[in-house]
């Protein structure tokens, strides 16, 4: 049932970006890359930058339990930029680069209930920013144009606010893992299947809790992964000169704020397509930007997402693929 509604949501976006496309005008739209040309391209390496920034922030989180170092910035970094390309290039749901990610940490970091309580806080913790840097970026908005479609959608954001406090209770005070495993088990009744599966959900919500009483590190992650969603949205305002529209950086802030709370509140939708593009447009009219330009500069960061993300597919599988080979040489001697 999963497979068939991620189906229908990417063949409905994919609609809705071939309507787009055709309404901004295709001409136009082209003729607004091929202006840009080759220079799109430095939103590739650029790129580093603002995952860099999000894996230091992950770093503080896992360094309590990784003792000796081996999960170094460089290595988080390469799993940060994994994640991020499985599930903005792969059909496998909102949390498949998370699992991803927490496999490729437990090679250097063996404590699965460690690892996993660093990937759910950090999520959580992104799940925070996003809901900061939107609010930034919608009070930009109303700043720069007054418009009431923003002030709208502030009030309906605040109104969703709730929903992540709620989950950090959850997470802080109700032993969610542990209620989860019992609950599950209560119904399936394959207690040893499902502990090998799930670990120690215990110990999971243990980690949880030592985590959230580490407050100074909490803050810290949070404010690494603020910057990288501020120094992402550098992207935006060198693509739309490229494109030769400029704008100045608060408008260019407003817009990648606005665009990332596409991409996450509308996760169900394979690499966001077709919901990326209609929220460049409609924000991009409150900010001055035609809605080619805007249609361009989302297609230009689908570029750099294919031109970052591919690599970063490929060096994961020949990882995997040399530590399988490793593996195998080991048994046979």
């Not at 749901?93 to 404590?111: A, F, H, K, Q």
Request: glycine share 12%; hydrophobic share 55%.
């Amino acid at each position: 049932m999963t497979k068939w509604l991620t189906a229908l949501f990417g063949l409905l976006g994919l609609g809705l970006l071939i309507g787009l496309v055709a309404q901004g005008g295709t001409t136009e739209i082209l003729a607004l890359l091929a202006t840009a040309g080759w220079g799109l391209l430095w939103l590739i390496p650029f790129h580093v930058l603002p995952i860099a920034l999000d894996a230091e922030g992950w770093r503080v989180l896992l360094r309590h339990r990784d003792v000796n170092g081996t999960a170094h910035l460089p290595f988080l970094w390469w799993i940060a930029s994994v994640r991020e390309a499985v599930g903005r290039l792969l059909p496998v749901g909102g949390v498949g680069g998370e699992i991803v990610g927490i496999r490729l940490t437990l090679w250097r970091v063996p404590d699965g209930a460690a690892v996993t309580a660093s990937v759910v806080i950090e999520t959580l913790l992104t799940i925070v920013n996003v809901y900061l840097f939107v609010a930034a970026g919608l009070c930009l908005v109303i700043a720069l144009d007054g418009g009431s479609l923003a002030g709208s959608l502030l009030g309906g954001l605040a109104a969703t606010l709730p929903v992540p406090l709620l989950l950090y209770w959850l997470l802080r005070h109700g032993a969610l893992f542990a209620r989860i495993e019992k609950l599950v088990i209560g119904m399936l009744g394959e207690e040893s299947k499902l502990a090998a599966l799930f670990g120690s959900a215990s110990r999971l919500d243990a980690e949880l809790r030592l985590i959230f009483e580490r407050r100074r590190d909490l803050l810290i992650s949070l404010l690494w992964q603020l910057a990288g969603m501020v120094v992402g949205a550098f992207e935006v305002w060198l693509a739309l000169r490229l494109l030769g529209h400029e704008i100045s950086p608060l408008p260019a802030i407003a817009l990648e704020a606005l665009g990332l709370s596409i991409r996450h509140f509308a996760f169900f939708v394979p690499a966001g397509l077709g919901v990326q593009e209609a929220g460049f447009v409609l924000f991009g009219q409150l900010l001055g930007v035609p809605a080619d330009a805007a249609i361009a500069l989302s297609l230009a960061k689908r570029v750099r997402e294919l031109g970052y993300g591919i690599p970063a597919l490929l060096s994961w599988q020949w990882a995997e693929t040399r530590r399988a080979l490793k593996r195998q040489g080991s048994d046979q001697r």
